[in-house]
């Protein structure tokens, strides 16, 4: 790493990196740019990012992430790090959970908003009055996607 670089440039070159899936090479200016900044909870964030992608320490990289958004609690960004390491290590639940908290601050986040999309829609029960998971639901919803019938309220699937 170039001792030259401030914090931000560490910051600014590990998030183009990451762009690229370079994820080695991102984690690495993260993890320089934390060192140099450690109060920082944006760095703190796309750091412990770095570590659950990288290095796969679950326990660390949450305690990073949930720090930085404690920290920065109005940063969508932040929820969106805190989610996706929850993917990393296959939390659905939980990662829907911070995304969904990310749109309460940015309603219109781009990234958050494909994040959700990528985890799958669910409709609506055709049927109300039925549970989700009965059998006529089930086959009516078939039925519905098949056709190609437009899912009116469809939200993200748990």
Not at 128 to 149: C, E, I, S, T, Y
């Amino acid at each position: 790493m170039d001792a030259k670089f401030s914090a931000e440039e560490h910051y600014r070159r590990g998030c183009e990196l990451l762009t690229d899936e370079r994820c080695p090479d991102a984690f690495e200016h993260f993890r320089a740019a934390h060192e140099l900044e450690r109060s920082n909870p944006r760095y703190a964030s796309y750091y412990g990012l770095g570590l659950a992608l990288v290095e796969r320490r679950f326990n660390r990289a949450v305690e990073l992430c949930r720090g930085a958004v404690k920290e920065e609690f109005f940063s969508p960004d932040l929820y969106r790090n805190l989610a996706q390491v929850h993917l990393v290590f296959g939390f659905k639940a939980e990662a829907i959970r911070y995304l969904r908290r990310g749109l309460m601050i940015d309603p219109g986040h781009a990234r958050i908003l494909e994040d959700l999309q990528d985890l799958g829609l669910r409709g609506q029960p055709v049927l109300g009055f039925l549970p989700r998971r009965h059998f006529v639901n089930r086959w009516l919803g078939r039925a519905r996607k098949q056709m190609g019938l437009e899912m009116e309220g469809a939200e993200a699937a748990v």
